[in-house]
C-alpha cells in the first residue's frame, strides 16, 4: 500500500511539473482557433488544480498508512 502512495504522491508531482507545458499548449491552441477562449481557460484551471490535488491525496495516503 505504501508503494502505490508513494506512486500516487510521484504522479502528482509529475502532473504539476507538466502543467506549464499543458498551459501553453491550451494558449497556443486558443490562439491558433482550435479552442475556444473559454475551453482554453476550463482546461488551463483543471491542469492546474489536478497536480496539487493528486500530490495532496497521496501525501495524506502516504501519512495515514504511516500512523497505523
Known sequence: MLIS???V???GVWLCWLAPYHRMSAEE????GLLTDEEARRKINRVAWTGPLVTFLG???VGGILMR
Open 5 to 7: 502512495a508513494a506512486g
Open 9 to 11: 504522491t510521484l504522479v
Open 29 to 32: 491552441n486558443a490562439k491558433d
Open 59 to 61: 501525501l495524506a495516503a
